[in-house]
């Protein structure tokens, strides 16, 4: 069989390395084409390829040069030490990797989610009220609705700080509800219509232009939804019925307000 005899351009063609790096190799002396053509070109032969494969996976496990030298030159060199030693820093690299896919699934959680705070933050702040699966089903619901990507728009910038206040805005909110509620006060009371209209701002101001259809349609939402009725029934008996019919009268009182 005839010898193989390449050329630095083919070698690097075939071996996906460059020129530069083979001439680099040939100064420190690693890699050395052995033969000449009969036009004087220096040329590789099987015994150099075969160096350079080892010499490639070597650098792919991410030996120094000097340690490749050794390795490929040295009869006493010890290569399960060389790779055990290579091993253990690839699985350091292995676990660092991991945390870095963990922060970056976390980063992409809080993109699709519109939120910026960890599972653990979120049942601090929300508890029961802002399950992953109440997010799911929300995005399959309107995810192809302008108001949900104006809401995702807007909610991707918020920080912990800002969604303290947001809840704290909807706990006011729903104090109002249930004081008016306990005062005796019907829901197409002043007081009522008007925790409906703070309501309404609150959603308006914070997630997307809510207009008095949407208003209404959540309304309705609210008492159909067993999840949404249980919501505001555990904050007082019969309170989603009565957030349902104040919003009711404020929107039929003023369809064209604002939020």
């Not at 015994?47 to 070597?58: E, G, K, P, S």
């Not at 496990?61 to 390795?71: P, Y």
């Not at 992953?132 to 809401?151: L, M, N, V």
């Not at 995702?152 to 006011?172: L, P, S, V």
């Amino acid at each position: 069989m005839t010898e193989t005899a390449l050329t630095v351009g083919q070698v690097a063609e075939r071996f996906a390395v460059t020129v530069r790096t083979l001439h680099h190799y040939d100064e420190v002396g690693l890699l050395r084409p052995t033969r000449r053509s009969a036009a004087g070109y220096r040329v590789y032969t099987d015994a150099d390829i075969t160096r350079l494969q080892h010499i490639v996976v070597y650098r792919r496990l991410g030996f120094a040069l000097e340690d490749i030298a050794v390795l490929l030159d040295d009869p006493a060199a010890d290569l399960g030490a060389h790779l055990r030693r290579q091993r253990d820093t690839v699985m350091t690299r292995l676990d660092e990797m991991r945390d870095l896919v963990t922060a970056i699934d976390r980063a992409l959680e809080a993109e699709v989610d519109g939120i910026q705070l960890t599972r653990e933050e979120r049942r601090e702040l929300f508890g029961d009220d802002f399950k992953d699966e109440y997010q799911q089903e929300a995005q399959e619901r309107w995810g192809d609705t302008a108001a949900w990507r104006q809401s995702q728009e807007r909610t991707t910038r918020y920080t912990k700080d800002d969604w303290i206040a947001i809840k704290a805005e909807a706990d006011e909110v729903n104090a109002e509800f249930v004081a008016a509620k306990r005062a005796g006060e019907p829901a197409t009371s002043e007081r009522a219509v008007a925790a409906a209209a703070a309501h309404g701002r609150h959603i308006d101001e914070r997630f997307y232009d809510l207009s008095p259809e949407m208003h209404r349609n959540l309304a309705e939402l609210y008492v159909t939804d067993e999840r949404f009725a249980k919501t505001y029934d555990d904050l007082e008996p019969g309170l989603a019925q009565y957030v349902h019919d104040a919003i009711a009268a404020y929107r039929g009182e003023r369809s064209d307000g604002d939020g």
